[in-house]
């Protein structure tokens, strides 16, 4: 692609912004960092002014492969040319900084837009909210939860489930189901990933019955994925219930769920412990006639 540039130069046709931002952005999809900090360097030395495009792409690419502060410092050469990011820009780059877990950026840009004046949406709100949750932050993210109504709109399913979330990883399992139940209340269908959330939660505290009952409930409306019945059987394994491990994947194959790796890899785990060599080798026979990588097996043996 930088080849393309120097053509473009020795035929006497100049490249502009346009050009450089293209080829830039496509180094950014392959996240060629090096070529990309050279090219926007090579851009200004041209004369030429970076416009948004390029911004946002190198911003997101830094964001993407943790160099966070070095795309605060693109962040603030942007604004100092008075190219002011909007909502898009803004809740892109929180999202980004969402996945690779730097919560204090997300709030350096979630403070910078409400600064000036750019309304969050719901897709802002619930990077927030689930980046705070992800750093152990409920507090930080039921605040935010809050003002989303008070801003007069309504959370979605993602908002709901991204607090649930937050709820059951720091094992406030009674908070979790209040705000699921109010999911409910609002009109709102809980979906695969609350349900699993829930019981994830519920085997991580050792209530596998009441984990299990909720699934069954959850059948009746939704189809439970290999996710789902993997938490419990995970549960399941803390209580040592081999006979209802078995039961949960028999269940799985009826409902057109296929145990995967982890699936078995959990169930040979409850047999060994519990002396069972004989299922645990009729496990590992299952794996290896469905060809599934044993990577996972290392860590038993």
Known sequence: MHNLLLRMEFVGSFPDVVSYSVIINGYCQVEQIGKVLKLLEKLKGKGCKPNQYTYTSIISLLCKIGRVVEAKKVSREMISQRIFPDKVVFTTLISRFDKSGNVSAEYYLFDEMRHKKIVPDFVTYTSMINGLCEA???????????????????????????LIDGYCMAGEMKDAFSLHNQMVEKGLIPNV???????DGLCKRREVDIANELLEMSEKGLQPNVCT?????????????????????????????????????TLMDTCCKMGEMARAHEMLWLCLVKDFSLQMLHSMC
């Open 229 to 265: 019945y993997n938490a419990l059987i995970n549960g399941l394994c803390k209580v040592g219930n081999i006979e209802q491990e078995i039961k949960i994947m028999e269940e799985m194959e009826l409902a057109w769920v296929y145990p995967d790796t982890i699936t078995y890899t």
């Open 136 to 162: 152990r932050k409920v507090v930080g993210a039921c605040l935010l939860f809050s003002e989303i109504f008070r801003k007069g709109l309504e959370p979605d399913e993602v908002a709901y489930t991204a």
């Open 193 to 199: 990933i609350t349900c699993t959330t829930l019981v």
